[in-house]
């Protein structure tokens, strides 16, 4: 496999919208990835094409034919890129809707016992088994992540579960620390001793990253967000398994019994997940010699992590004659400085100034980060560290080396 050279870092920018510029603030660097990455120029057209046609799904005549050819062929397409085992894909209101969604029907179904999952996740998991654990008769439990590393274990996992967790949730990567956890390896913990566990995965953060590999992550349901992987805002995607598809749900009355969808959905939507998967195939045809799909889909993550592993290394520890964030005075990154978790992004605080400055600052010199704050949405990452907030520096394989020392020499200035 290769690494993305100079050359191919521009075509591949070349093929997302606004990628130096906002239409609104002019040149600028984007280094807000975690909060929305760029869109496909072909999700944009493709968008454009299917919200112009008038036909609707199920009928019998050449528009709707084509139309629900599109979202089979969608979800055939998602089905080769996460190595799905069987179950099922479907779109909903948006991955917080369907987190909750999946994990409702699996506490209502799953019996009384332990709703296991831990403090690194995301409120959306958290809310959902906090809700329905209770409603369901259940006891929600909470592993305590690893403040210092900004993840969660599988000998955590390990040490928590008990023979009555019957639903267990698992945050795939962190939108605050950035870091990434072991699915396939907590997914085997659980079942060590709670075999028949329903197991649910926010992927959320995770899937603009690739390397998604459902069969073995051995779980029942897993949720991504396509604005944060290259698609656009409107809607959310879910996997589940072929055990949690037959667990009652939500549904019309004498409809297909296996139909988790609540009535009709966009199909232009389906059609932009067919133009992602597409993208990662054409990487991952740039960067080795893989003749079949699923090789082009591996080889396409690999060389995403290396690329982000090299802006994220360059941004900690510099880059030309500019110092990296860990030589710079008063500056911390959370989870550390060398944590092998990391997925393309740093958070960071400087002691002399406040992180909502930083971000103003950073802005003013046409660098998009995010301020996180200690609220509902970050609040279990950053009180335990004693912070109010942290400055959020999220990148993606479409960042370069330069872009990263542009920011290097506004943060020699800022933490001066």
């Not at 944590?339 to 930083?358: H, I, K, Q, T, Y």
Request: aromatic share 6%; proline share 4%.
């Amino acid at each position: 496999m290769s690494q993305i050279t100079d050359a191919l870092l521009e075509d591949i920018r070349s093929r997302f919208a606004q990628v130096d510029h906002c239409p609104e603030q002019g040149p600028r660097i984007f280094f807000e990835n975690a909060g929305g990455a760029l869109t496909l120029n072909a999700v944009l057209d493709s968008s454009a094409r299917h919200a112009a046609i008038p036909d609707n799904q199920g009928r019998d005549n050449p528009g709707a034919h084509a139309l629900v050819a599109t979202i089979n062929k969608a979800k055939a397409d998602m089905a080769e890129f996460m190595n799905a085992p069987g179950g099922q894909f479907f779109v909903g209101e948006s991955g917080t809707e369907l987190l909750f969604r999946l994990i409702m029907n699996a506490c209502l179904a799953a019996g009384e016992g332990v709703v296991l999952g831990s403090t690194l996740e995301h409120p959306a998991t958290r809310s959902a088994c906090d809700r329905w654990a209770r409603i369901a008769g259940q006891r929600h439990v909470l592993i305590p992540h690893d403040d210092a590393t900004g993840t969660v274990t599988a000998e955590a996992y390990a040490a928590a579960v008990t023979p009555d967790t019957k639903v267990a949730t698992i945050l795939h990567t962190s939108p605050v620390t950035g870091m990434g956890v072991d699915v396939g390896a907590v997914s085997k913990a659980i079942r060590a001793v709670a075999p028949d566990c329903l197991i649910i995965v926010d992927g959320i953060q995770h899937a603009a990253h690739g390397r998604i590999d459902l069969t073995e992550y051995d779980v029942d349901g897993y949720v991504i967000s396509p604005y944060k992987v290259f698609s656009r805002h409107g809607y959310g995607v879910a996997w589940i398994s072929d055990r949690l598809t037959h667990v009652e749900h939500n549904a019309l009355i004498d409809g297909p019994a296996e139909n988790w969808e609540m009535g009709t959905r966009d199909t232009g939507a389906y059609a932009t997940m067919s133009e992602v998967v597409s993208y990662f195939e054409w990487l991952g045809s740039q960067v080795s010699d893989a003749t079949d799909r699923r090789g082009k889909f591996l080889a396409a993550g690999e060389a995403i992590h290396a690329q982000e592993k090299a802006l994220t290394d360059a941004m900690i520890h510099g880059t030309g004659n500019l110092p990296g964030l860990a030589e710079l005075p008063g500056v911390t990154i959370l989870g550390g400085v060398d944590n092998p978790a990391r997925e393309g992004l740093v958070s960071l605080v400087v002691d002399s100034v406040a992180s909502v400055d930083v971000v103003k600052q950073l802005n003013n010199q046409g660098i998009r980060t995010h301020l996180r704050k200690a609220d509902h949405y970050s609040g279990n990452i950053l009180s335990p560290l004693g912070l109010d907030s942290c400055v959020r520096v999220s990148m993606c394989h479409y960042n370069s080396t330069g872009e990263v020392a542009q920011f290097l020499a506004a943060m020699k200035e800022i933490a001066a």
